[in-house]
């Protein structure tokens, strides 16, 4: 089982680019989840998708935008890169709302801005 | 939004058991407690979840005080697979606050 998929892996930019983060999960899951862990810190919540067709902010979403493209796939975008969003993001996914269900995360991006 | 205290870190010996404590005085009634943990270099690995009473899955058990102020996880035989930061969360409906966590470290 793959479970929740994200691409890139790695990645490095230079400040003002722009990228997307992939995520896919396969769980038929109805939510999902942007986090960023900064070293040495808990994760921070950047954008959720509680369900198909619906995004809200979390606790830092300045600087990023999310589209949920359909029911599997949630993708992050830097529009311009900044050096304070160097961090590592992981994304996640849960049957339904988190407060009673688990969330799954996949192995997260390492992103590094120059 | 509920906040927690947890040590920074513990170790135990290998196959002993090890009790991770969290605090979380300003929990709401509704809050289910999660547990989560984080391997180096992997994202959080769901741990388990209760609401009032103990739980128990494969992976550990979860004491949880009766006024619900705190909670300990409980590790039945530690390995040193089991070395990772460990993370109490009281989840309210999208709110799911990660702190800095425990660092268990296992020693062989």
């Known amino acids: 089982n793959a479970g929740v998929t994200q691409t890139p892996k790695f990645q490095v930019l230079k400040t003002g680019q722009s990228m997307t983060l992939q995520c896919a999960q396969d769980?038929?899951?109805?939510?999902m989840y942007w986090y960023r862990q900064d070293p040495g810190m808990g994760l921070r919540l950047i954008y959720y998708?509680?369900?198909?067709?619906?995004?809200d902010k979390g606790e830092v979403p300045n600087g990023y935008n999310v589209s949920r493209l359909n029911k599997r796939e949630f993708s992050l975008r830097l529009e311009s890169a900044a050096p304070s969003q160097t961090s590592v993001y992981f994304c996640?996914?849960?049957?339904?709302?988190?407060?009673?269900?688990?969330?799954?995360f996949g192995d997260g991006t390492r992103l590094s801005i120059l | 939004d509920a906040k927690t205290t947890q040590p920074n870190s513990m170790e135990s010996n290998e196959e002993e058991p090890v009790h991770l404590p969290c605090n979380h005085s300003?929990?709401?009634?509704?809050?289910?407690i999660h547990w989560y943990r984080q391997l180096p270099s992997q994202g959080p690995e769901y741990v388990i979840h209760g609401l009032t009473s103990n739980v128990n899955n494969r992976m550990a058990s979860l004491a949880i005080a009766e006024d619900r102020k705190s909670s300990t996880l409980i590790l039945h035989r530690a390995t040193l697979r089991d070395a990772a930061v460990y993370y109490c969360?009281?989840?309210?409906?999208?709110?799911?606050?990660f702190g800095t966590g425990t660092r268990l470290k296992v020693l062989a």
């Open positions: 998708s509680a369900s198909e067709g619906t995004t």
């Open positions: 300003t929990i709401s009634g509704t809050d289910y």
């Open positions: 996640a996914s849960s049957e339904g709302p988190w407060d009673y269900q688990p969330q799954h």
């Open positions: 969360i009281p989840a309210g409906t999208y709110k799911y606050i």
């Open positions: 769980m038929n899951h109805n939510s």
